[in-house]
């Protein structure tokens, strides 16, 4: 089995492509060792010093590391337990259930918009996105102002507010004229 690596553009996280399947459908974001109990291998990455966050998305791992870790020394060490666990064939998570995405109500007066905003999340930017290691959820939509949630390499990303203001915001805002506003939460 050969992994590939990438460098994400948050340098805190790294992409780890195993060249097969990760997730089969939807996400799984792990934020610290305790959220990471129902997947095997999120838990086992934990265990690694310095490892801060995992995120599986539908071919990639990626690896968040605290700042005082140094990727030469983590980057062997998490490729070996990525290598071990697709070898042995063990299961990603144990309830085989993915956080779903985007599951947030959307009916009543502003479902249409509700419809076109995640139509553009879903075909212009989460593809983008997951190219850097992360995803980008849909969390609401109040008073022309979307509610968004960074994930995996997003999260913490310096250049995420950018992303977010100059990227999604203006394309958001010229395909929907209800869009003024668009937030991370």
């Keep these: 089995m050969f992994i590939q690596t990438e460098r994400t553009p948050n340098p805190a996280t790294l992409k780890f492509l195993p060249g097969e399947a990760v997730m089969s459908t939807g996400t799984a974001d792990f934020r610290d060792a305790e959220s990471a109990e129902r997947s095997p291998l999120a838990r086992r990455l934990f265990q690694v010093e310095g490892v801060t966050g995992v995120f599986f998305g539908g071919d990639f791992v990626s690896v968040s590391k605290s700042d005082d870790a140094d990727w030469q020394l983590l980057k062997p060490v998490i490729l070996g337990v990525i290598m071990e666990h697709f070898v042995a064939g063990h299961p990603l998570l ?10 947030v109500a959307d009916d009543g007066a502003d479902a249409e918009i509700i419809a076109q905003i995640k139509e553009l999340l879903d075909t212009r930017v989460r593809p983008a996105v997951a190219q850097d290691g992360g995803d980008i ?14 994930q995996g390499s997003c999260q913490g990303c310096p250049s ?26």
């Design 137 to 150: 959820t849909y969390q609401g939509f109040q008073n022309g102002v979307v509610m968004l949630q960074l």
């Design 94 to 103: 144990l309830d085989d259930a993915a956080q779903t995405v985007d599951e």
């Design 160 to 185: 995420s507010t950018m992303t977010l203001k100059m990227g999604i915001e203006n394309m958001l805002k010229h395909y929907i004229p209800e869009v003024v506003e668009v937030r991370a939460v």
